[in-house]
């Protein structure tokens, strides 16, 4: 169910260019990256992504070249619960950054209904 929710969220929102969800997946440790349309699944959560999931602030940044916005928020599932972190990354333009925000935010809530619980994700669609 995790990559065809990000499939389908990355098909619906074109101006996201990159994004990956940091989760700790049932039964493990260690927050990783278990999604994502570019090749990291696997790669251990940054430090701003884990803060990211212990304060509930989101993480706004432009990259090193200047040319991505990264937004970093909190995911819930349907009832609420925090169960990851969710970056997205979109085509910098200056004096853009809270439509960014506010376009990832608006993202993830999509997400959000359609998250029943982290079990759900990790299920198959086959």
Do not use: C, W
Not at 42 to 50: N, V
Request: glycine fraction near 4%; proline fraction near 4%; avoid cysteine.
């Amino acid at each position: 169910m995790l990559q065809k929710l990000l499939d389908e969220t990355l098909v619906k929102h074109k101006e996201v260019v990159i994004m990956a969800m940091h989760v700790t997946p049932p039964g493990k440790t260690e927050n990783v990256i278990i999604t994502s349309n570019i090749v990291r699944i696997g790669k251990k959560a940054d430090e701003d992504d884990t803060r990211v999931i212990e304060t509930g602030k989101p993480n706004l940044e432009v990259n090193k070249k200047g040319d991505h916005f990264e937004v970093k928020l909190v995911m819930q599932d349907q009832p609420g619960k925090t169960i990851d972190s969710i970056g997205m990354v979109f085509t910098y333009e200056k004096s853009k950054e809270a439509e960014f925000q506010k376009k990832a935010e608006m993202v993830r809530d999509e997400m959000k209904q359609k998250t029943p619980t982290i079990a759900k994700l990790f299920e198959s669609t086959d």
